[in-house]
C-alpha cells in the first residue's frame, strides 16, 4: 500500500466507526427510570442569610440562636392563614372546640408579651415557654397558637390531654402545619412541648416532619 492511500484508508474507518455509533444510539430506546436516578436522600440543607434573616431550603428559621431583625416585618402570610382557617373548619367540623388565639407579631409586640409573661411567671420560667424579641416565631407570620374555649386549670400542662390537641397532632401536617416544639425534643428545639404552636411549613415538609417525629432544628442539622 503506498503511503498515499494510507490517509484516505484512515478517514474511511473513522467514518464507519462514526456510523456504528450513531446507529447503536439511535437503535436503543432505553430511557431511565426514576429508579435509576441518584436521589440525595442525605444531602445537606443549603443555608443562606439575607438582610439579617436566615433561610434553610427557603423556609424562614428562628430559634434561641438564630434572630430576626427587629425590622423585619412580613405581616402576617396569607397562605398560612388560609390553610389555618382550613384546619380550624375541619376541626369544627369534628365536633372540636379549636380556635385561633394568637398569630403575626412584630418585634415591638414581642417585647410588650415578654414583658408581661416575665411579670406574672419570672424570667426563668418565661424563657422556657417564650421567646425573646427577635428570635419568636410569630414575627415570621408563618405561626399561629390555637386553643380552646374549655376550661383548663393550667393551658400550658392541661390542653396536651384535651381530644383537640390530639385531633391537632394527627392532622395538622395535613394542612401544611407541624408541632414546632415536639415533646421529648427540648433540648434541640430550646422550648418546652407546645402542643398549641402551629408553625406553617407547607404540606410536604410538615408530612415529613411528621412521620420522622423530628423538628426543624435536627432535621436541618441546625445544632452543630
Not at 492511500?5 to 444510539?25: E, S
Not at 380556635?99 to 409573661?117: A, P, W
Not at 408563618?142 to 383548663?152: E, I, K, R, W
Not at 394527627?170 to 416544639?181: L, Q
Amino acid at each position: 500500500m503506498s503511503k498515499k492511500m494510507i490517509p484516505f484508508m484512515i478517514a474511511i474507518v473513522c467514518v464507519v466507526l462514526i456510523v456504528i455509533f450513531i446507529t447503536m444510539i439511535l437503535v436503543n430506546d432505553y430511557k431511565p427510570t426514576n429508579d435509576d436516578i441518584a436521589k440525595p436522600k442525605n444531602a445537606l440543607p443549603f443555608n443562606y442569610e439575607k438582610n439579617g434573616v436566615t433561610y434553610v431550603n427557603g423556609h424562614v428559621i428562628v430559634n434561641k440562636q438564630l434572630a430576626l431583625p427587629a425590622n423585619y416585618k412580613p405581616g402576617e402570610s396569607k397562605a398560612a392563614k388560609k390553610q389555618l382557617n382550613k384546619l380550624l373548619k375541619q376541626a369544627n367540623k369534628s365536633n372540636l372546640d379549636l380556635n385561633k388565639t394568637s398569630g403575626y407579631r412584630n418585634f415591638e409586640n414581642q417585647e410588650k408579651v415578654i414583658s408581661e409573661f416575665v411579670e406574672k411567671d419570672g424570667k426563668q420560667k418565661t424563657t422556657k415557654y417564650a421567646a425573646k424579641p427577635g428570635h419568636s416565631e410569630h414575627q415570621t407570620g408563618l405561626a399561629f397558637d390555637v386553643g380552646t374555649s374549655q376550661p383548663l386549670g393550667d393551658f400550658h400542662k392541661d390542653f396536651e390531654k384535651t381530644k383537640e390537641a390530639k385531633w391537632l397532632a394527627k392532622h395538622a401536617a395535613n394542612y401544611g402545619f407541624i408541632i414546632r416544639y415536639p415533646k421529648g425534643q427540648e433540648s434541640e428545639t430550646g422550648y418546652n412541648y407546645e402542643p398549641w404552636h402551629l408553625r406553617y411549613v407547607g404540606p410536604q415538609l410538615a408530612k415529613t416532619i411528621d412521620r420522622k417525629n423530628t423538628n426543624l432544628e435536627r432535621y436541618y442539622h441546625l445544632n452543630k
